[in-house]
């Protein structure tokens, strides 16, 4: 086989493996927060799903909003007394 051939073959395993959850919830939170490794954006353009990491980045920008929105309110609850 040769070297072409070889990695041909590799690169279509790489491509039927699926990302695991952990895998996805890590790749969206390093790209929310503009950390994410350039390896893993590729892994993630081979091997994932658009709509997976669109339901994803929707749950954690909700998750963001959610916990910013509850430290504010508790910032104004303690400098109100």
Known sequence: MSD????????????RQ????LHVMSSVLA????VQSSKNRERDFKQGRAGVFIVAG???T????????????????????
């Open 4 to 15: 072409k051939e070889q990695d041909r073959a590799l690169e279509e395993g790489e491509k």
């Open 31 to 34: 790209a929310g927060l503009g």
């Open 62 to 81: 909700l998750l963001f909003m959610g916990t910013v929105f509850t430290v504010v309110q508790l910032v104004l609850k303690s400098a109100g007394k």
């Open 58 to 60: 929707i749950v954690f």
């Open 18 to 21: 699926s990302l695991n959850p």
